[in-house]
T-cell receptor
Framework: AAGVIQSPRHLIKEKRETATLKCYPI?????VYWYQQGPGQDPQFLIS???????DKGSIPDRFSAQQFSDYHSELNMSSLELGDSALYFC????????????FGPGTRLTVT | DQQVKQNSPSLSVQEGRISILNCDYT??????FLWYKKYPAEGPTFLISISSIKDKNEDGRFTVFLNKSAKHLSLHIVPSQPGDSAVYFC??????????????FGKGTHLIIQP
């Protein structure tokens, strides 16, 4: 079965640069979520979208923004990168009818040097 | 403030025996609970979930028990198999009127199944 696709899988950036992470949800899933997992930490919820509208907001820094497009894919834009932004970034998707059952992608490992 | 707590960072169980992973939560608004399994370099994989209106949900070798009064849930895996070795995350959701609410995760328990 098709899963959540994230690209790129690995990304290396320097401080103060920008990065864009992409997420393609499971076909027919209309809701996407972004999570950040630091080393040795649990995943922290950043933001979610349903039908291209922001649905819930977690601990997303002001330097980050995200959007969902008409084909339901989502992009997380990160600016003025800091060393502390180095983490695994997971995207998850779900059906609006079953929002709690979120299916996760493999993650993008961002390293800021 | 950790609202979902998994107090055992690791657990070692012999193959064929029962694995019991525990999770406690503090937020009374949580009404849906999930367990995820994670291998290195992969995203969390959904295992099983339970709504707060139930106290037990079973799916094959996996059973989740919920004790609302104690704000405690547990995942039982029986019999344990080598492929079960992974990090298990407990997660919770507070459905604040519908919509795509983010999950709150515990810090995970590393389950090691010994042959």
């Amino acid at each position: 079965a098709a899963g959540v696709i994230q690209s790129p899988r690995h990304l290396i950036k320097e401080k103060r640069e920008t990065a864009t992470l992409k997420c393609y949800p499971i076909p027919r899933h209309d809701t996407v979520y972004w999570y950040q997992q630091g080393p040795g930490q649990d995943p922290q919820f950043l933001i979610s979208f349903y039908e291209k509208m922001q649905s819930d907001k977690g601990s997303i820094p002001d330097r980050f923004s995200a959007q969902q497009f008409s084909d339901y894919h989502s992009e997380l834009n990160m600016s003025s990168l800091e060393l502390g932004d180095s983490a695994l970034y997971f995207c998850a998707s779900s059906l609006a009818l079953s929002p709690d059952e979120q299916y996760f992608g493999p993650g993008t490992r961002l390293t800021v040097t | 403030d950790q609202q979902v707590k998994q107090n055992s960072p690791s657990l070692s169980v012999q193959e064929g025996r029962i694995s019991i992973l525990n999770c406690d939560y503090t937020n009374s608004m949580f009404d849906y609970f999930l367990w995820y399994k994670k291998y290195p370099a992969e995203g969390p994989t959904f295992l099983i979930s339970i709504s707060s209106i139930k106290d037990k949900n079973e799916d094959g070798r996996f059973t989740v028990f919920l004790n609302k009064s104690a704000k405690h849930l547990s995942l039982h895996i029986v019999p344990s198999q080598p492929g079960d070795s992974a990090v298990y995350f407990c997660a919770a959701s507070a459905n604040r009127g519908g919509g795509a609410d983010g999950l709150t995760f515990g810090k995970g328990t590393h389950l090691i199944i010994q042959p």
